[in-house]
């Protein structure tokens, strides 16, 4: 079974995620004699074409365009369509952000295939079959999908899989592919881009998450866990109601309508555990919760719990973290 990842650089380099899933392709992909292949989109993408090989790539077909400057549906997808169709795989893999997202979609339905996103997992059958995993439920389940028509489209979430060291002296074939993109079709257009400022980590990249909500009682409070954070090495992220509240900005949200993350571990500070904040970190490998209220539904899933008050808590779990990790 020959796979397809999709890697849409940003910079000049190759995105983490991309790595990521070159890594499952190939592990899969060895498990049936099959190939993975990169397809990389952009423009000025040659450093990421590079990096698709250093990690795994067995082929690489790139376009390179300048009406791929900025993400723009309308002109990504007949670039994706014809590396599809040249590359002919089993199965596609994109990352399940928002331009994965809606791009895996519309690949579907030009395609005439079928698409799962957000997935936590790939892995393949006693008889070869590609099967996808991902949370149903706002995270209380996991099912396990088939797609029955050819190829299979799956977006994943990032963290699921670990990306293979990077090898410089590995070699493939790399391929551009040229195309006419008719940039007057397209309909909407960027009129300014705007970076996120991120000091420290990347809430996305982070191993470590301390995420506070409502039951902080003020915004000021974030103050704590940004010094917590910062003893481990984390990032700060938000529930909802903090977001809507106006307490922190919406780019801190962690959830089903905010970012999906999957630390090593998260620490839940004044979060009651609605179903649509553990969709967005269900995934995370060790959970704490401070919470005063004993019955809060997030302590059914922590593996650590402390019902106090996290004003008290907090500053003495991080007093407790300096000394221990100064030792």
């Given at each position: 079974?020959?796979?397809?990842?999709?890697?849409?650089?940003?910079?000049?380099?190759?995105?983490?995620?991309?790595?990521?899933?070159?890594?499952?392709?190939?592990?899969?992909?060895?498990?049936?004699?099959?190939?993975?292949?990169?397809?990389?989109?952009?423009?000025?993408?040659?450093?990421?074409?590079?990096?698709?090989?250093?990690?795994?790539?067995?082929?690489?077909?790139?376009?390179?365009?300048?009406?791929?400057?900025?993400?723009?549906?309308?002109?990504?997808?007949?670039?994706?369509?014809?590396?599809?169709?040249?590359?002919?795989?089993?199965?596609?893999?994109?990352?399940?952000?928002?331009?994965?997202?809606?791009?895996?979609?519309?690949?579907?339905?030009?395609?005439?295939?079928?698409?799962?996103?957000?997935?936590?997992?790939?892995?393949?059958?006693?008889d070869g079959k590609l099967l996808l995993t991902r949370p149903v439920y706002g995270g209380k389940a996991v099912a396990t999908m088939e797609v029955l028509a050819s190829p299979a489209i799956a977006t994943v979430t990032p963290r699921c899989m670990e990306p293979l060291p990077r090898d410089e002296s590995r070699q493939a074939e790399i391929s551009q592919l040229t195309l006419r993109i008719d940039s007057t079709a397209r309909k909407a257009r960027v009129v300014e881009v705007r970076q996120e400022e991120v000091s420290g980590v990347r809430l996305e990249d982070a191993k470590v998450i301390v995420s506070g909500g409502r039951g902080l009682g003020d915004p000021s409070n974030f103050k704590m866990l940004e010094e917590l954070a910062s003893v481990v090495g984390g990032a700060v992220g938000a529930s909802r109601a903090a977001v809507d509240a106006g307490w922190v900005p919406m780019n801190m949200q962690v959830g089903q309508t905010g970012k999906q993350v999957a630390p090593d571990l998260y620490i839940a500070v004044g979060i009651s555990g609605a179903s649509q904040h553990l969709a967005g970190m269900s995934r995370s490998k060790h959970i704490v919760v401070i919470n005063k209220d004993p019955e809060a539904p997030f302590y059914g899933v922590a593996e650590v719990g402390a019902a106090a008050d996290c004003k008290r808590l907090v500053p003495l779990l991080t007093e407790k973290l300096k000394r221990l990790l100064q030792e």
């Open positions: 079974m020959n796979f397809l990842v999709i890697a849409l650089p940003t910079g000049s380099g190759l995105p983490v995620v991309a790595a990521e899933l070159i890594a499952g392709a190939r592990e899969l992909a060895s498990k049936t004699g099959g190939a993975t292949s990169v397809a990389v989109l952009g423009n000025g993408v040659l450093e990421a074409c590079k990096g698709a090989v250093a990690h795994g790539a067995d082929r690489v077909f790139f376009v390179d365009d300048p009406a791929l400057v900025n993400y723009d549906a309308d002109c990504y997808l007949p670039a994706m369509e014809l590396v599809v169709r040249k590359a002919n795989p089993a199965a596609l893999l994109l990352s399940a952000d928002t331009f994965g997202l809606e791009l895996g979609s519309r690949l579907a339905h030009r395609l005439g295939t079928g698409v799962v996103n957000n997935c936590s997992g790939i892995s393949m059958s006693d």
